[in-house]
């Protein structure tokens, strides 16, 4: 917990966010304000880690999540792009990065492993997964890296 945001609060704007979103999923661009503070929960939580870069895939359900982790960590995006099976980077990492990966919403752990490899291939290290809807204990089992979560049914 850090002083400005709690994980409550975190909860209960991803409620709302999903609440707000088309037939009930998670919709981050539906209230800017609760997008913020899910964004400002997963920096704070993130911070220990030394994050140097966050990784997403290139959509904009993760880039208004990253977008504010990343200015909240004072370090750049770099976004992935997957079409018909092939992931490339669309924009350099810098060298010798700590990578926080963006899983997308209720993302399948197979994503989030492709992810994980597009970034270990570009020099990235991941050291841990943020992730909205995650069952964490599952999703750190499957991926080998702490998973920072919300929204696992705690406010619904």
């Known amino acids: 917990m850090h002083a400005d945001v709690t994980e409550e609060s975190a909860e209960q704007a991803v409620a ?63 976004r992935v792009l997957g079409t018909e099976g092939l992931v490339e980077l669309l924009d350099a990492p810098p060298r010798d990065a700590r990578g926080l990966l963006i899983a997308e919403p209720a993302a399948a752990v197979n994503s989030t492993d492709a992810l994980i490899g597009v970034a270990d291939r570009a020099g990235v290290t991941p ?28 406010t619904r």
């Not at 999923?25 to 993130?46: I, K, S, Y």
């Not at 966050?54 to 359900?61: A, F, G, N």
């Not at 809807?133 to 999703?139: E, L, S, V």
């Open 127 to 154: 050291v841990a997964v943020a992730a909205v809807g995650a069952d964490r204990k599952r999703d750190e089992t499957a991926v080998a890296l702490p998973v920072i979560a919300l929204g696992s049914g705690k």
């Open 16 to 78: 709302k966010l999903t609440h707000q979103g088309v037939d009930g999923v998670l919709t981050m661009t539906a209230d800017p304000a609760a997008a913020e503070t899910v964004g400002r929960w997963f920096a704070a939580e993130a911070r220990d880690h030394r994050i140097d870069v966050v990784v997403i895939w290139d959509e904009p359900q993760s880039g208004v999540l990253a977008h504010v982790v990343a200015r909240e960590l004072g370090c750049p995006i770099v």
